[in-house]
Nanobody, 114 residues
């Protein structure tokens, strides 16, 4: 059974930073592309960042230059470093294994507000 456990969200002021983590609870991690998605209230879930097993990264235009995705294969963990946060980054953030399209974790709430 593959499970995804996200953590690291919270309340932060505009301009602040957070680091999200996602642990994959099964040792299939290092062969797959990992994604971070987010879903704001009343909006569709959107892809924020992705990292392949060869560490190629891609970012949504809205977060380029502010967010950094990385992975630690030894720890079965993917990270999302979020800097210069804006109120419009407020959402529930989910990690995702691209090869398991219907599998989602519980998400972690990020709220950017003064």
């Amino acid at each position: 059974q593959v499970q995804l456990v996200e953590s690291g969200g919270g309340l932060v002021q505009p301009g602040g930073s957070l680091r999200l983590s996602c642990v994959v609870l099964r040792s299939i991690f290092n062969i797959h592309t990992m994604d971070w998605y987010r879903q704001a209230p009343g909006k569709q879930r959107e892809l924020v960042a992705a990292i392949t097993n060869t560490v190629t990264t891609n970012y949504a235009d809205a977060v380029k230059g502010r967010f950094t995705i990385s992975r630690d294969n030894a720890q079965n963990t993917v990270y999302l470093q979020m800097n210069s946060l804006k109120p419009e980054d407020t959402a529930v953030y989910y990690c995702h294994i691209r090869a398991y399209p219907t599998l989602w974790g519980q998400g972690t709430q990020v709220t950017v507000s003064s």
